[in-house]
């Protein structure tokens, strides 16, 4: 075997996929630059705990066309601005995603833990509205084994990492906590251990009425699902009209399965107003591979309803 050709080749490889990154930031660069816009925080009903789950779709040198990151970045805010959450949880956000949408949302404080020490490496982050929260604890974990320190296990093709906040409702006093998590996309140990891990997690902050929100990459029919929805409830099934589309879409590629993006509820102290999977394009445009989803929540101090 030739290894000489073989590290040539590795890194002609590289050099392509270089020049298609910087070739794809001089297309769109000032497409990006000229439609950036703020978030602007809107007026909410007072006890309203409005949530958005959006998997950004990392900064991905091979989306090529309009799916890549420069060209669909305001199309994302567009969606956030539309339904004016008050809590946000990233998947996928690499630094300079992070950055962007930071610089994007003023209204907004946010918390991030990368899940590795890679240059272009991903973190699960948190928003949340500076007006309505008072921040009272933040944490980062890894799924694995290990869960306090970087670390993989179970087959898992990638770093693992869940982030979560415990926030304080501003006007009422109460508080709730918030995880967000994305799962393995390969290893289906992986998917069912690692939600064992942030439900294990959970257990620490007792009768803390919880949200567990994120891409699962796992159906309504897996073990991971069920394992989640032994001691949660599926948000979207607590409405009266449920929606049940696909929300990895693949660009709208796919439209026959349903969804692994998802908020799970504690049965104790939320009730669910609404829930919806935001499918709005642009110009046939996706803003991710993936639809966002988001929910009205209330805490309560009973059963959820």
């Known amino acids: 075997?030739?290894?000489?050709?073989?590290?040539?080749?590795?890194?002609?490889?590289?050099?392509?996929?270089?020049?298609?990154?910087?070739?794809?930031?001089?297309?769109?660069?000032?497409?990006?630059?000229?439609?950036?816009?703020?978030?602007?925080?809107?007026?909410?009903?007072?006890?309203?705990?409005?949530?958005?789950?959006?998997?950004?779709?990392?900064?991905?040198?091979?989306?090529f066309g309009k799916k890549n990151w420069f060209y669909r970045a305001d199309l994302l805010l567009k969606n956030i601005q539309k339904n004016a959450?008050?809590?946000?949880?990233?998947?996928e956000a690499t630094k300079w995603q992070y950055s962007y949408l930071v610089d994007s949302m003023p209204d907004y404080d946010?918390?991030?833990?990368?899940?590795?020490?890679?240059?272009?490496?991903?973190?699960?982050?948190?928003?949340?509205?500076?007006?309505?929260?008072?921040?009272?604890?933040?944490?980062?974990?890894?799924?694995?084994?290990?869960?306090e320190e970087m670390s993989k296990d179970w087959g898992a093709a990638c770093y693992r990492i869940c982030s979560y906040v415990i926030l304080e409702e501003k006007t009422s006093g109460k508080q709730f906590v918030v995880f967000n998590t994305h799962l393995d996309h390969i290893s289906d140990e992986a998917r069912i251990k690692g939600i064992d891990v942030v439900l294990d997690k959970i257990e620490?902050?007792?009768?803390?009425?919880?949200?567990?929100?994120?891409?699962?990459?796992?159906?309504?029919?897996?073990?991971?699902?069920?394992?989640?929805?032994k001691n949660f409830l599926d948000a979207k099934y607590q409405t009266k009209n449920p929606m049940t589309g696909v929300t990895y879409q693949n660009?709208?590629?796919?439209?026959?399965?349903?969804?692994?993006?998802?908020?799970?509820?504690?049965?104790?102290?939320?009730?669910?107003?609404?829930?919806?999977?935001?499918?709005d394009t642009y110009d046939g445009v996706y803003p991710s591979d993936h639809f966002q989803i988001f929910t009205v929540l209330e805490l309560t101090d009973g059963k959820a309803e």
């Open 110 to 147: 946010s918390v991030i833990t990368y899940r590795d020490k890679a240059f272009n490496s991903e973190g699960c982050p948190i928003f949340y509205r500076k007006d309505l929260y008072k921040l009272i604890d933040k944490n980062s974990f890894w799924l694995s084994e290990t869960p």
């Open 204 to 229: 620490q902050f007792g009768s803390l009425p919880s949200v567990i929100m994120g891409d699962s990459n796992a159906y309504d029919d897996s073990e991971t699902y069920r394992r989640a929805t």
């Open 251 to 279: 660009w709208g590629e796919i439209t026959d399965r349903g969804s692994i993006d998802y908020f799970m509820i504690s049965k104790q102290g939320i009730k669910v107003d609404e829930y919806k999977i935001v499918t």
């Open 1 to 63: 075997m030739d290894f000489k050709k073989i590290l040539i080749g590795i890194l002609l490889l590289l050099l392509a996929a270089v020049l298609i990154f910087v070739g794809s930031m001089f297309f769109y660069y000032p497409h990006y630059l000229k439609n950036k816009t703020t978030v602007k925080a809107e007026d909410i009903s007072d006890g309203q705990i409005r949530v958005m789950s959006c998997n950004v779709r990392c900064l991905n040198p091979l989306d």
């Open 85 to 91: 959450p008050s809590v946000i949880g990233f998947q």
